[in-house]
Nanobody
Framework: QVHLVESGGGSVQSGGSLTLSCTASGNTASTNCMAWFRQAPGKEREAVAALYVTIGRSYYADSVKGRFTVSQDKAKYTMTLQMNNLRPEDTGIYYC????????????????????WGQGTQVTVSS
């Protein structure tokens, strides 16, 4: 089993920055992809960004391209999401997820591809 612990988040004004981290422990060898999803009040959970950790390739939702950057520290099995130029519509609970995906390039944004989820961390962006 894989266990995920998230940190970071908080409140910031529009245009500000925040950093989220997710550290995986346990049977990390079973994981080839880690991702961030978010859920705004009254909306469905959506994919934000992902890392194909095996080869270090990243994927982004169109809404965050150019503003968010996902990176990894493989030694610590930690994934970091640097969020810049935040907007009110970025507000929500951000969840870290991990799994072993077939063709991550095609399926990184699909929720049911991930078998382990973090507890979530709140991000609030005020205008």
């Amino acid at each position: 089993q894989v266990h995920l612990v998230e940190s970071g988040g908080g409140s910031v004004q529009s245009g500000g920055s925040l950093t989220l981290s997710c550290t995986a422990s346990g049977n990390t060898a079973s994981t080839n992809c880690m991702a961030w999803f978010r859920q705004a009040p009254g909306k469905e959970r959506e994919a934000v960004a992902a890392l194909y950790v095996t080869i270090g390739r990243s994927y982004y939702a169109d809404s965050v391209k150019g503003r968010f950057t996902v990176s990894q520290d493989k030694a610590k099995y930690t994934m970091t999401l640097q969020m810049n130029n935040l907007r009110p519509e970025d507000t929500g609970i951000y969840y870290c997820a991990a799994g072993h995906l077939v063709q991550p390039a095609n399926h990184w944004a699909v929720m049911n591809q991930y078998t382990t989820w973090g507890q979530g961390t709140q991000v609030t962006v005020s205008s």
